[in-house]
């Protein structure tokens, strides 16, 4: 008998599997959302499925059982699962269904409208539906209070939807909201904002559900924007030399392996000038200073679905040969643009990157993710006019790197010495193969 464990916090969005059907190790049995993609959960083993517990909507924490594989028995998981629910919405389908009932086929009324005019659905549902150009004001959504989920976009058949299904701007101003009172509320327990007005939806304005991921965000920034004192160190370095490695490198590779970005190289960079600076590598928690003995460097990566940013981990950076980084990498932020991210993916980061360089940004400054001590924001590397060693005019490729530093952790003088360690090794680059 083997247990279904989810790994991480989220909202159960949809059963793939029912009690009694054979599974092989890694068939997905479920999707839940995060709050930084929707994650599948997968069967431990080979078997059958002998239980599953836990209601379409509700909130699991990372821990909670919520099935077994093996013979039949659903008394354990279900029991499991019930002291790990964090609290289930007031609408949520009855706590008594068996799993089979979360298959059950849209209803024909469009539940997916909110009462405000809001449409609900996942972000994978929304990717979806932008590429497919699906309004999603058509589709029946079979998720939590009829919230649209991947298989509703994906089975969307336009014909089966009657006119009546979606609501007239009038219907939208009419309904009362009590957000609109301009009061406080909890966006989704993770922060408390005092919001203006919402405006009514209408021809001129389309209302979106505030997803997960930017939830998270939200909390995250402003808790740094407004309680971490951040001082900023930016650097100009020559890139040339680190280009001039890269293009001989992936000339070496050929077509037989992962090519190695820019990116991997400054990635690589900072794990080692981290090494240096291990003070940089700490948390701060108030009373205490954690630091960090392992380097794990957080990627920023922006969804394919363009809603938000993901910080993937590439774990023991300064360790790891950068062949191998530049791999986990682009397996990582390949997952993390079409939101399929593992739940390991996203753990562990001690201090992060940001790289706005293939936008054509010149430079920038990053938000510091709490309780990291800092966070680099890379931009473009550019052709300009320099002056060489020999006093000489000539054109170089240089690059801004710009260092975010919470003082409370670090001083000037340290993050100015971080920096010059930093400009050192992309300007000697042979040393990140070392």
Known sequence: MADIVLSMDGLLLNWLKQVGDTVKKGDIVAEFEADKATVEVEAPADGTISALSGDIGQEMKAGAVIGQVGAANGNGAAAAVESAVVSAPAKAAPAAAPAAASHAPASSSNGSIAEDGRVKASPIARN???????????????????????????????????????????????????????????????????????????????????????????????????????????????????????????????DKGVKFSVNDMIVKAAALALRQFPNLNTHYYGEKLARNTHINIGIAVAPANGGGVIYVVAKDADKVSLSTLASSNKEMIDRARELKLKPDDTKGATFSTSNLGPYDVDQFTAVINPPEAGVIAIGSGRKVPVVKADGSLGVGTRIKITLSVDHRVSDGAEGGQFMFALKSLIENPMRLLL
């Open 128 to 254: 979806i539906a932008r590429e497919k150009g699906i309004d999603l004001s058509r589709v029946a959504g079979s998720g939590p209070n009829g919230r649209i989920v991947k298989s509703d976009v994906e089975n969307f058949a336009p014909s089966a939807v009657t006119p009546e299904a979606k609501p007239t701007p009038a219907s939208h101003a009419a309904q009362p909201n009590p957000e609109t009172a301009g009061g406080t509320f909890d966006a989704g327990q993770v922060a408390l904002i005092r919001l203006r007005p919402i405006p009514a939806a209408g021809e001129d304005v389309e209302l979106l559900d505030v997803s997960r991921m930017r939830k998270a965000i939200a909390a995250g920034t402003i808790e740094s924007n407004q309680q971490v004192p951040t001082f900023f160190v930016t650097t100009e370095m020559d890139l040339d030399p680190l280009l001039t490695l890269r293009a001989q490198l992936n000339a070496s590779i050929g």
